[in-house]
T-cell receptor, first 114, second 109 residues
Framework: GAGVSQTPSNKVTEKGKYVELRCDPI?????LYWYRQSLGQGPEFLIY????????DSGLPNDRFFAVRPEGSVSTLKIQRTERGDSAVYLC????????????FGPGTRLTVL | RKEVEQDPGPFNVPEGATVAFNCTYS??????FFWYRQDCRKEPKLLMS???SGNEDGRFTAQLNRASQYISLLIRDSKLSDSATYLC??????????FGAGTILRVKS
């Protein structure tokens, strides 16, 4: 079946601009996660959704970052006033439930802020 | 101190070699443990879960030592296709995975 999909695959923007990154989870998966991976590092947790609600947003670095999942399926990660330090690969994952269920990752969106 | 620490490598080994990676984690409340594999410019993929009793999947063996807060991965009879970054991952019991920075493996013919 279809895996997690993310669009765009690459995004280049200028410092100060607003960007939206989209994640389409595996059908039927109620849990959705966003991670950020910088070069040479492992992914770092940003936010977790169970259904439509953000159950844990403790990893969001500051208030420029926001994510939504209005219908409990597709999610959008929004970054305002982008900074060069936001450049990274943004990974989305989904799982059947929360807790200890296996997380399946999408291919990521490579964000470059010039 | 990082929550999950790994030797970054790279480990350069010939085909057919046996190679072992180690990982330590700092939070004794960690509840589940995994090894993920990540190919260059690709997403992480679950390789195997790690259990206290140790578990094996073909050429791959994972071990967990809770007392020492230490996880290992052993790869026997290395193949060229095993070349990748291996990520040690723990779950604290909530819903977020905590990743190590990864160990690079290069298998050469």
């Amino acid at each position: 079946g279809a895996g997690v999909s993310q669009t765009p695959s690459n995004k280049v923007t200028e410092k100060g601009k607003y960007v939206e990154l989209r994640c389409d989870p595996i059908s039927g998966h109620t849990a959705l996660y966003w991670y950020r991976q910088s070069l040479g590092q492992g992914p770092e947790f940003l936010i977790y959704f169970q259904g439509t609600g953000a159950a844990d947003d403790s990893g969001l670095p500051n208030d420029r970052f926001f994510a939504v999942r209005p219908e409990g399926s597709v999610s959008t990660l929004k970054i305002q006033r982008t900074e060069r330090g936001d450049s990274a690969v943004y990974l989305c994952a989904s799982s059947l439930g929360g807790g200890l269920t296996t997380q399946y990752f999408g291919p990521g969106t490579r964000l470059t802020v010039l | 101190r990082k929550e999950v620490e790994q030797d970054p490598g790279p480990f350069n080994v010939p085909e057919g070699a046996t190679v072992a990676f180690n990982c330590t984690y700092s939070n004794s409340a960690s509840q589940s443990f995994f090894w993920y594999r990540q190919d260059c410019r690709k997403e992480p993929k679950l390789l195997m879960s790690v259990y206290s009793s140790g578990n094996e999947d073909g050429r791959f063996t994972a071990q967990l030592n809770r007392a020492s807060q230490y996880i290992s991965l052993l790869i026997r009879d290395s193949k060229l296709s095993d070349s990748a970054t291996y990520l040690c991952v723990v779950n604290l019991g909530g819903n977020k995975l905590v990743f190590g920075a990864g160990t690079i493996l290069r298998v050469k013919s």
